[in-house]
């Protein structure tokens, strides 16, 4: 009884205050939270649009030339060889389906979610040649390699975690509506 | 509450996982339809000559590379970064980073006669750089390309010739 009633409200309440930059799977909330005032309308649609701009940008060239980034895939010598092509293959479309979720604001929470898990992932492989020393070329936003014009990894890792902090902004906001709850 | 949590949980489980699939399917797809499609996946093993599982190897055995380069029939071609290629490589070898292949190939193998086998190498046995600047050479049209497996690691503790630096012919 009271959990029929507890959901008629919550849908209700949804109706009223629906935030339509984050999606509906998330039910909208006292608009008083604590951390409400760091998610206006606004900056959440920015962060969405520059996330999601970024992925479909980064898409773009290594979907035309798969060749040249299973090569820069292999030169960060971490995944095994039979791995390397369906990469190449995969991931540049991941990335471009991801960034026109954000950018039209569907799917949002799983966008999101597998946003952040990509930078991680693509940071840390950074770090990780870093560490170890390894030269390569990012291959982030293309599949060229400019001869010796080529950006210190750092400046790479770096870029990185500016996009990391906005995706990380974009998975709290998501996060943060439903942990409030509790 | 709780169902509110289980409810994203899910929502971020189901919609990952649809555009996951979304985009395998769709790459999956585009890569079949294009021109230039890409293998998905290379064979894990001696390259053959044609391409494929059969035939003979690639690999060229440390002894037949030195044989080689002491008869000054064979062109070595570094497959590591540009960085890589000066902290030290095997005498005389070119660098052609993987990379850069179908960019730099032609030049900088202008000058190299027909019949000489072209040597591809890299660094460390699980290195894959070599086998597939070996394949692209292929592609492009390239004749007697062999791989030394884990060459500039087994050149070294061989003590046969290396150098560091600069590339001593700027191409």
New interface residues.
């Given amino acids: 009884m009271d959990k029929k009633k507890g959901r008629q409200e919550d849908k209700e309440f949804r109706k009223q205050t629906a935030d339509p930059t984050i999606g509906s ?3 909208a909330h006292l608009p008083e939270g604590r951390w409400a005032r760091f998610y206006p309308g606004h900056l959440v649609l920015i962060a969405r649009m520059v996330l999601g701009s970024v992925f479909v940008y980064a898409s773009m060239d290594k ?1 035309l030339h ?3 980034f ?3 895939i ?2 960060y ?1 971490i995944l095994p ?2 791995l ?3 990469t ?3 991931l ?3 990335e ?3 960034g026109l ?1 954000l950018l039209f604001g569907v ?5 999101v ?2 946003c952040n898990l990509l930078l991680t992932v693509f940071t840390a492989a950074l770090v990780f040649n870093l560490a170890r020393g ?4 990012c291959g982030c936003f293309g ?3 400019p001869d ?1 014009a080529r950006a210190p990894m750092a400046w790479y890792i770096f870029r990185d975690l500016i996009f990391f902090a906005v995706g990380i902004y974009l998975l709290l906001g ?2 943060y509506k ?2 409030r ?2 | 509450m709780g169902s509110h949590r289980r409810k994203l949980g899910f929502s971020v489980l189901a919609q990952s996982g649809a555009l996951f699939l979304f985009a395998v399917t769709v790459s999956l797809l585009v890569n079949h339809l294009r021109p230039d499609s890409l293998a998905l996946v290379t064979s894990d093993g001696p390259v053959n000559l044609t391409g494929g599982k059969t035939g003979t190897s690639l690999i060229i055995s440390l002894e037949e590379a030195r044989r080689l380069f002491f008869e000054k029939k064979a062109v070595f071609l570094d497959a590591r970064s540009p960085k890589a290629y000066e902290k030290g490589r095997l005498a005389a070898a070119r660098n052609l980073p993987l990379g850069a292949a179908e960019q730099m190939a032609f030049d900088i193998l202008a000058d190299v006669p027909q019949d000489a086998v072209l040597i591809a190498y890299c660094d460390g046995k699980k290195c894959i750089l070599a086998k597939r600047l070996a394949t692209a050479l292929l592609d492009m049209g390239f004749q007697n390309v062999r791989i030394l497996e884990n060459g500039y690691t087994r050149w070294v503790k061989s003590g046969l010739p290396t150098e560091e630096g600069p590339p001593r012919n700027a191409l």
């Fill in positions: 799977a998330v039910p979907i798969p060749t040249g299973a090569d820069i292999a030169n010598q060889d039979v390397i092509n369906l190449a293959i995969i540049p479309w991941l471009f389906f991801l979720a799917w949002l929470p799983g966008a979610f597998l390894l030269d390569v070329h599949t060229t390699i010796d998501i996060l439903i942990l709850k509790t």
